[in-house]
């Protein structure tokens, strides 16, 4: 099972979910409150009572979603001075798959493609989170879409995302090589770096420009970058 996308030969596409497999702008209000919730943690002392004026708090946000687009949220928050299990308390609390609504054409663009190419999801999310997600977004059924499926708490994964290991472990269980295997998700840090460091191609989900080998505004678009005339 092979395609060619911009003239090179892919045996597997590997998707990260959260992001990149529904909307950034439905990731921002699902993390809106966790955000608000890191953001007074780096400001306020513990067990302080203090209210902080909201300007205060949405410029903390700010400095820290800014850094997150560049080294991931849990290295930002650490280098801000927070405290990573009150960040992992407060990220792993967030129901993920409050308001999101199965997508059709998503759903259809995944069935087609995996008759041609072999499809892996890849996800720092936890098992039941990426599990409620994949339900909400792509049916009961949605396990049957992917040849592999690793997240938070997969059996015999050595790592988490952006670890090299954890790469080379889908990687595996997909049977292909890195230079034969493409990588679609929306973090420099957690996805296009460490997928370009190993050979892989990398597909770019989001609107900035520079990022990754090939760049698509969503996952939808993902169907134009592939060669369909041989």
Sequence with gaps: MTIKIAGKEVDAIILDLEKTLYLPGEADRIFATA????????????????????????????????????????????????????????VRGINRSNGLKFNQELYQL?????????????????????EAICA?????????????????????????????????????????TAERAAMVGDSLPDDIVPASDLGMLAIYVGDQEGIGDLRISRIEELLTLIDTSS
Aim: glycine residues 8%; contains cysteine; positive net charge.
């Design 35 to 90: 955000r608000r919730q890191l953001a007074e943690a780096l400001l306020i002392r513990p067990k302080s009572l203090v209210k902080l004026p909201q300007g205060i708090v949405d410029k903390k946000i700010k400095e820290l979603t800014v850094l997150a687009d560049h080294v991931g949220w849990s290295k930002a928050y650490l280098q801000l001075g927070g405290n990573i299990d009150f960040y992992h308390r407060t």
């Design 110 to 130: 995944l069935d087609s493609l995996k008759a041609k190419v072999k499809l892996g999801l890849f996800t720092k999310a936890t098992i039941p989170i990426a």
């Design 136 to 176: 909400k977004i792509l049916g009961k059924n949605w396990q049957d879409l992917f040849h592999a499926f690793v997240c938070d708490g997969t059996p015999g994964c050595p790592a988490e995302k952006p670890d090299p290991r954890a790469f080379e472990f889908i990687l595996e269980l997909l049977g292909v």
